[in-house]
């Protein structure tokens, strides 16, 4: 709202305490609004595997004055690694730290999610109303206000519900055409799990391809944790379906894919049994047509997932709740008008992230046979040796955004 406005704060219901939904409540309670975060897990979910923000996404972090308090969390990653079945380098890439230019395979700015999503919470946490432990199952709207239904069987009122509940949302699905399909699929498969770290196991991320489109990365954020990631190339209804199977049943799908894999295979498949965290999806892009209708909109990954292969996943979250802020602030009274502004200030930038995931480019990365693998480090290999991954990022002259500009802060902050 306009600093002197006589306009009441919206009561507005986020779905959803991931990044997007930090995010808004941020921006939205130093709007003047009243926020209630309602998140489905029975506590702040601060979990999950390495993620980093690049091009706009810094910008929006650093105009939240949050910029130092992530820098103070970042995961030591200088780079990545293509190996082969003993471990030996055959290329490596290393991170762009010039502060110039385009960020490369690893990004300056590398996080684990929980810790992003602590340090998101902890500026949200005094001026926010936070519900653990219930979701929106459902939601009814006129031209004044949404009765939203929690899991528990109660309900409440509220003048905006916005669904930041991820790439599976809830929101979506009641606010979209019944059998509308918004997933932009690309053929691959992930999971991911946290290993106890060994000796030689370094600041590098090892990246190692395995014929039939397989690929294996090991990636060390703790000083006695590592990430594993098992990738794959398949466009079974078997793989697209054990993403909602019990976690039991997909590690040993995962297994079943992988065993033969070699290099650490058997270490990685071992850790699955003990670590405290797995998660397996299939990658895909959200896309829709709308984001909104009424007084319920989408945002964050529910709105226009990006996929981890465009590299602006997170910051592309940070964007779109900046954006969506930003304008709920400037027409508390109009929200169609709030809402149509967020479509067509936000639809340039996240159709210019998305655009980035060529699936015949992320083929290349995944070579079918072994032949195709030697080939591709090799060629991988020369264009290192002649500095090109690093040239071609410190020259580029934008990001992986594009040369979209973020809008105008959507509050004061108080920051310096």
Same mark, same amino acid.
């Given at each position: 709202?306009?600093?002197?406005?006589?306009?009441?704060?919206?009561?507005?219901?986020?779905?959803?305490?991931?990044?997007?939904?930090?995010?808004?409540?941020?921006?939205?309670?130093?709007?003047?609004?009243?926020?209630?975060?309602?998140?489905?897990?029975?506590?702040?979910?601060?979990?999950?595997?390495?993620?980093?923000?690049?091009?706009?996404?810094?910008?929006?972090?650093?105009?939240?004055?949050?910029?130092?308090?992530?820098?103070?969390?970042?995961?030591?990653?200088?780079?990545?690694?293509?190996?082969?079945?003993?471990?030996?380098?055959?290329?490596?890439?290393?991170?762009?730290?010039?502060?110039?230019?385009?960020?490369?395979?690893?990004?300056?700015?590398?996080?684990?999610?929980?810790?992003?999503?602590?340090?998101?919470?902890?500026?949200?946490?005094?001026?926010?109303?936070?519900?653990?432990?219930?979701?929106?199952?459902?939601?009814?709207?006129?031209?004044?206000?949404?009765?939203?239904?929690?899991?528990?069987?109660?309900?409440?009122?509220?003048?905006?519900?916005?669904?930041?509940?991820?790439?599976?949302?809830?929101?979506?699905?009641?606010?979209?055409?019944?059998?509308?399909?918004?997933?932009?699929?690309?053929?691959?498969?992930?999971?991911?799990?946290?290993?106890?770290?060994?000796?030689?196991?370094?600041?590098?991320?090892?990246?190692?391809?395995?014929?039939?489109?397989?690929?294996?990365?090991?990636?060390?954020?703790?000083?006695?944790?590592?990430?594993?990631?098992?990738?794959?190339?398949?466009?079974?209804?078997?793989?697209?379906?054990?993403?909602?199977?019990?976690? +039991?049943? $997909?590690? *040993?799908?995962?297994?079943?894919?992988? /065993?033969?894999?070699?290099?650490? !295979?058997? &270490?990685? %498949?071992?850790?699955?049994?003990?670590?405290?965290?797995?998660?397996?999806?299939?990658?895909?892009?959200?896309?829709?047509?709308?984001?909104?209708?009424?007084?319920?909109?989408?945002?964050?990954?529910?709105?226009?997932?990006?996929?981890?292969?465009?590299?602006?996943?997170?910051?592309?979250?940070?964007?779109?709740?900046?954006?969506?802020?930003?304008?709920?602030?400037?027409?508390?009274?109009?929200?169609?008008?709030?809402?149509?502004?967020?479509?067509?200030?936000?639809?340039?930038?996240?159709? +210019?992230? $998305?655009? *980035?995931?060529?699936?015949?480019?992320? /083929?290349?990365?995944?070579?079918? !046979?072994? &032949?195709? %693998?030697?080939?591709?480090?090799?060629?991988?290999?020369?264009?290192?040796?002649?500095?090109?991954?690093?040239?071609?990022?410190?020259?580029?002259?934008?990001?992986?955004?594009?040369?979209?500009?973020?809008?105008?802060?959507?509050?004061?902050?108080?920051?310096?």
């Amino acid at each position: 709202m306009t600093k002197g406005s006589d306009m009441q704060p919206l009561r507005v219901l986020v779905a959803g305490g991931g990044i997007a939904g930090q995010a808004l409540a941020f921006w939205l309670t130093r709007g003047g609004h009243r926020v209630t975060v309602a998140e489905r897990f029975p506590a702040l979910r601060a979990a999950g595997a390495q993620v980093d923000l690049r091009g706009q996404g810094i910008e929006a972090v650093k105009r939240m004055g949050l910029l130092d308090a992530v820098r103070g969390k970042l995961v030591d990653e200088a780079g990545v690694a293509f190996v082969n079945s003993r471990g030996k380098a055959k290329a490596t890439i290393m991170a762009n730290t010039s502060g110039r230019g385009r960020q490369t395979l690893t990004s300056e700015y590398e996080i684990m999610r929980g810790d992003l999503v602590r340090i998101l919470h902890a500026a949200t946490r005094d001026d926010t109303e936070h519900v653990f432990g219930k979701s929106v199952d459902g939601f009814e709207q006129d031209a004044h206000h949404v009765a939203a239904h929690f899991s528990d069987g109660s309900s409440r009122e509220f003048d905006l519900l916005i669904g930041a509940d991820g790439q599976g949302s809830r929101i979506r699905r009641a606010l979209l055409p019944q059998g509308f399909d918004p997933y932009w699929r690309v053929g691959m498969h992930m999971a991911y799990w946290f290993v106890p770290r060994i000796a030689s196991d370094s600041n590098i991320r090892d990246t190692y391809m395995v014929p039939g489109g397989r690929q294996i990365m090991r990636r060390s954020h703790h000083a006695t944790e590592t990430q594993v990631y098992f990738v794959m190339r398949e466009e079974s209804e078997e793989a697209s379906a054990v993403h909602r199977a019990p976690v +039991e049943h $997909q590690q *040993e799908f995962w297994a079943s894919r992988f /065993r033969d894999a070699g290099w650490q !295979t058997e &270490r990685f %498949i071992e850790g699955m049994k003990t670590s405290p965290f797995f998660y397996s999806q299939e990658i895909v892009q959200v896309r829709t047509d709308t984001w909104s209708k009424g007084r319920v909109v989408l945002a964050g990954d529910a709105a226009h997932c990006a996929s981890p292969y465009s590299g602006m996943g997170i910051s592309g979250s940070l964007v779109g709740a900046h954006v969506l802020a930003r304008e709920i602030n400037r027409h508390p009274g109009d929200l169609p008008t709030a809402l149509a502004n967020y479509d067509r200030v936000l639809r340039p930038f996240v159709n +210019e992230i $998305q655009g *980035e995931v060529n699936p015949r480019l992320l /083929r290349l990365g995944m070579p079918m !046979t072994q &032949r195709a %693998i030697n080939i591709f480090q090799a060629t991988t290999a020369l264009a290192c040796f002649l500095h090109i991954p690093d040239l071609a990022a410190r020259l580029s002259k934008e990001d992986r955004g594009g040369n979209w500009q973020l809008p105008g802060n959507p509050a004061p902050t108080g920051a310096a």
